[in-house]
């Protein structure tokens, strides 16, 4: 069983082992930070990173399998734990994670708002000390990023080298463009819930989109009530 220490990271009981590692089930519902898995008679909740919910996107109704963080959320003082899963695609994903979460002033809370970006994408800015593109992850500011590189730099290249899963989006788009124009549309002062609503209706509107500024220009059009142009 993973515990939540005061600081909001992760550390593994040595008297206990970890409960539940690892979930197959039916994709039933997914959200903005969680998604319902069916498995036999039971439903679970589990957590998930945006990046993660992307590759999901199309798999509702599915058969997936999630590697699984298992950990108790509040605090022991008042005597009230709340069991949670954060569901990954990926070992190394998961792993990537963990390690995340180890940095002073980040927790999992905070980790799970920031991985919007894929897992070597993130791992390449810390590898590189890409302050700017650290920084601009939601959640995470300057001082956040420069702990970020202290502590992990030597510690995520396994993670840069990383192929990422293709993305399946019902739009013909990169996933480094989805991930990008989910950043600039925070930048511009929509909530994380709005960003997402925006980008799930163009992407699913089957159109190819070659870069940010096209897919920009396709969300705002749909939002005044017109038909995205073709990137």
């Given at each position: 069983?993973?515990?939540?220490?005061?600081?909001?990271?992760?550390?593994?009981?040595?008297?206990?082992?970890?409960?539940?590692?690892?979930?197959?089930?039916?994709?039933?519902?997914?959200?903005?930070?969680?998604?319902?898995?069916?498995?036999?008679?039971?439903?679970?909740?589990?957590?998930?990173?945006?990046?993660?919910?992307?590759?999901?996107?199309?798999?509702?109704?599915?058969?997936?399998?999630?590697?699984?963080?298992?950990?108790?959320?509040?605090?022991?003082?008042?005597?009230?734990?709340?069991?949670?899963?954060?569901?990954?695609?990926?070992?190394v994903e998961r792993e990537f994670f963990e390690l995340?979460?180890?940095v002073d002033g980040v927790g999992i809370k905070k980790?799970?708002?920031?991985?919007?970006?894929?897992?070597?994408?993130i791992a390449t800015a810390i590898e590189e000390q890409?302050?700017?593109?650290?920084?601009?992850?939601?959640?995470?500011?300057?001082?956040?990023?420069?702990?970020?590189?202290?502590?992990?730099?030597?510690?995520?290249?396994?993670?840069?080298?990383?192929?990422?899963?293709?993305?399946?989006?019902?739009?013909?788009?990169?996933?480094?463009?989805?991930?990008?124009?989910?950043?600039?549309?925070?930048?511009?002062?929509?909530?994380?819930?709005?960003?997402?609503?925006?980008?799930?209706?163009?992407?699913?509107?089957?159109?190819?989109?070659?870069?940010?500024?096209?897919?920009?220009?396709?969300?705002?059009?749909?939002?005044?009530?017109?038909?995205?142009?073709?990137?």
């Amino acid at each position: 069983m993973r515990e939540r220490e005061p600081g909001g990271t992760l550390r593994r009981q040595k008297e206990d082992t970890a409960l539940i590692t690892k979930i197959t089930g039916k994709l039933l519902d997914l959200r903005d930070d969680a998604l319902t898995l069916g498995v036999d008679a039971f439903e679970y909740e589990v957590l998930v990173p945006e990046f993660t919910r992307r590759q999901l996107q199309q798999e509702v109704g599915n058969q997936i399998s999630l590697y699984i963080i298992h950990y108790l959320d509040g605090n022991p003082a008042h005597g009230r734990m709340t069991p949670r899963l954060i569901g990954f695609l990926t070992e190394v994903e998961r792993e990537f994670f963990e390690l995340f979460c180890s940095v002073d002033g980040v927790g999992i809370k905070k980790a799970l708002r920031a991985m919007v970006r894929p897992v070597s994408d993130i791992a390449t800015a810390i590898e590189e000390q890409d302050l700017e593109s650290l920084s601009s992850l939601p959640g995470i500011g300057s001082a956040t990023a420069e702990r970020i590189v202290a502590k992990l730099r030597r510690k995520v290249p396994k993670f840069a080298l990383m192929v990422t899963r293709q993305v399946q989006y019902a739009a013909d788009v990169a996933p480094d463009v989805v991930s990008e124009t989910y950043e600039v549309l925070r930048k511009l002062g929509h909530t994380e819930s709005d960003a997402r609503r925006l980008l799930d209706a163009v992407l699913a509107t089957k159109r190819k989109f070659k870069d940010v500024q096209s897919l920009i220009a396709a969300i705002y059009q749909q939002s005044r009530g017109r038909t995205p142009d073709e990137g």
